[in-house]
């Protein structure tokens, strides 16, 4: 809006760890018939991600945003929380 502030921003990010990747977990329970485990399938993987935030004052007391965020989802979350894709506003 003309005249009235607003803001964007990307954070992009990688997690690097020890992470199993939920395909192998599923292949070596198949293997060996046990129970999926991606702690027996754990190797140093990096997980990344990336979000944006987009806010806009659309008068003196009123305030628009939007959030998205996308993190992949192949690997078990090393981070504090488990979000693949996220939405809000």
């Known amino acids: 809006v003309k005249g009235l502030a607003g803001d964007a921003r990307v954070t992009a ?14 292949a070596l329970a198949a293997a060996t018939s046990a129970a999926p485990s991606t702690g027996l399938v754990r190797k140093y993987h990096t997980r990344p991600g990336v979000s944006l935030l987009v806010d806009q004052q659309l008068s003196p007391e009123v305030t628009a945003f939007a959030r998205a965020g996308w993190a992949d989802a192949h690997y078990e979350p090393y981070e504090f929380a488990d979000i693949d894709t996220t939405v809000s506003g």
């Not at 990010?13 to 599923?26: I, Q």
Request: net charge positive.
């Open 13 to 26: 990010y990688a997690s690097r760890g020890r992470m199993g990747r939920y395909s192998d977990a599923l």
